[in-house]
Every structure is written in C-alpha cells, then in structure tokens.
C-alpha cells in the first residue's frame, strides 16, 4: 500500500521536526515538504498536490485559518495544534478543515488512524475540545436550538436524515448511528451521502458545523 503523501505546516521548527519523525515512524506517510507559514504551505500543495496537509492554527504570515479556505479546495486538511479556543476551531471547520486535533488528545496510533481516515476521505478526526466547541450551539442561546429544530425543513432532510445529522453532531460514527437506529450500515451510509449532498458540504465536521448553525452562510 502506497504511502499518503502529507505537507506539514507548523512555524515552530522544532515541533515540526518532531511531527515529521513521528509520521515517517508510523510507516501511513511520507512528508513531502515543510512549511512555517500558511502562504508557503499553499504555494507548497498547489505545486506538489499531497494527499494531506497537516496545518497548524498560528503562524506568521498567513495563520490557518486563513490558509485552510484555500487549502481545503486543493486538497484535505486536518488541524494539527495546541490551540483550543473554541471559536478558532468553528472558523477552521467553516473554512473547510476536515478534522482538528488538539496535541496532548491523541496518542500515536491515533494520530495514524486519523491521517488515514481524513486522506481517505472516510472520517473526520476532532479532539474533546473540538467536538464540545462544535456542539456549544446546542446548548444556548435558545435562538440556536431553535435553528437547529427548524433545520429539518430548512435543508430539506427527511425525519429519518434529520435523526441521523443529530447523531453525527453528536459524534457518532456510522456503526454506532446503525446500531442506535437499527439500520444496517449501508443503509447509514446512503442516508450520510444524502444529508450532505442537501447540506451542501463534503465532511462530517462542516455537516456539523451547518446543522449546529455555526457555518459562514448560517451566521
């Protein structure tokens, strides 16, 4: 099996470096190129086209959050990095990050899981603190639930679909969504391509972020 081919994006150099000793450890990647900040790091991904870019949050230049609009048209992104805040995690999910994790959230088999899942397309990887930034919405104000009830008329989901987004929001993975619906997972799956086809997104994390009304064209 080839390896995937990842660029990493961090400033700090020595984080950097350790990150890529990591991943070419695990056997899942091959680094193909460093970058310390995020108008390098697309300049990088449009000439070389890997099959991840694994982007820090803050950087001189250009930080994530804004590399990750352009980033995330070129190829797919997870967020690697030690920050936290909340809505720094809604703006990189908003402008396309297919996953985000926090450092010192993972272990190392993790980390390989999840570059695999993210390149392959077949998952979106959030950290706790992700995963609670995402579903902050629930929770108040009131006019945010309120959204999210109406979001089954509003995108157009069937009951069904809609009880199957509430469980992705949840962060429920499709075995679990099939077992708690007693549905088989073919049958998840079908109902997950159409949610997101209606939602207009390409991964579980900005399905999420649409559903919760934290997505650019919600707010």
């Known amino acids: 099996m080839s390896q995937i081919r990842v660029v990493v994006a961090d400033d700090n150099p020595v984080v950097r470096s350790g990150l890529v000793a990591l991943l070419e450890a695990t056997g899942e990647a091959e680094v193909v190129a460093e970058a310390g900040d995020g108008a390098y790091a697309i300049e990088l991904t449009e000439r070389l086209k ?70 392959a397309g077949s998952g979106n990887p959030l950290s706790p603190a992700a995963v609670a930034a995402l579903m902050a919405a629930v929770k108040e104000p009131a006019q945010s639930r309120v959204g ?12 069904r679909e809609a009880e199957v987004m509430d469980l992705i929001a949840q962060g429920r993975v499709n075995r679990q969504i099939a077992a708690e619906l007693f549905l088989t997972e073919k049958t998840v799956k079908n109902h997950v391509n159409r949610i997101f086809a209606k939602l207009a997104v390409e991964n579980r994390a900005a399905a999420i972020a649409r559903w919760l009304g934290t997505a650019v064209g919600d707010r």
């Open 50 to 119: 890997p099959d991840l870019v694994l982007l820090d949050v803050r950087m001189p230049l250009m930080d994530g959050i804004a590399a990750v609009e352009k980033l995330s048209r070129l190829t797919r992104v997870l967020m690697l990095t030690y920050t936290d805040d909340p809505e720094v995690i809604r703006s990189a999910v908003r402008n396309g990050a297919s996953g985000y994790l926090v450092y010192g959230s993972f272990t190392v088999d993790e980390l390989a899981a999840a570059i695999r899942d993210t390149a």
């Open 148 to 159: 999210r009830t109406s979001g089954k008329a509003r995108f157009g989901l069937s009951a």
